[in-house]
Nanobody, 120 residues
Framework: VQLVESGGGLVQAGGSLKLSCAAS????????MGWYRQAPGKQREYVAG???????NYADSVKGRFTISRDNAKNTLYLQMNSLKPEDTAVYYC???????????????WGQGTQVTISS
């Protein structure tokens, strides 16, 4: 297993969660990293991405509330989620792709996903 997420859970609306993704070094060092999510009955959608040099990109729906970051020394990706809303409820997937342009459309590598549930 090359991408392993953790940190999901159940929180009330307005609360915060921080997701983590531990990656193999070979993937982490050579790819843009990001997060996708999939809500029940909906397509998987792009949430945020970060390049090797730390440039970040966000979907409009999470901009200003979520912060993506990467620790290159630990091969770990993070997603700090604040001001959570019930519509943020989804399975969140860690993803990696050759560059951020590709990552915004799809990924070469996927984690197994972690459930995030926001109660109203």
């Amino acid at each position: 297993v090359q991408l392993v997420e953790s940190g999901g859970g159940l929180v009330q609306a307005g609360g915060s969660l921080k997701l983590s993704c531990a990656a193999s070094g070979s993937i982490f060092s050579t790819n843009a990293m990001g997060w996708y999510r999939q809500a029940p009955g909906k397509q998987r959608e792009y949430v945020a991405g970060v390049t090797n040099d730390g440039t970040t990109n966000y979907a409009d729906s999470v901009k200003g509330r979520f912060t993506i970051s990467r620790d290159n020394a630990k091969n770990t990706l993070y997603l700090q989620m604040n001001s959570l809303k019930p519509e943020d409820t989804a399975v969140y997937y860690c993803a990696a792709a050759r560059n951020i342009v590709i990552l915004r459309m799809t990924a070469h590598y996927w984690g197994q996903g972690t459930q995030v549930t926001i109660s109203s």
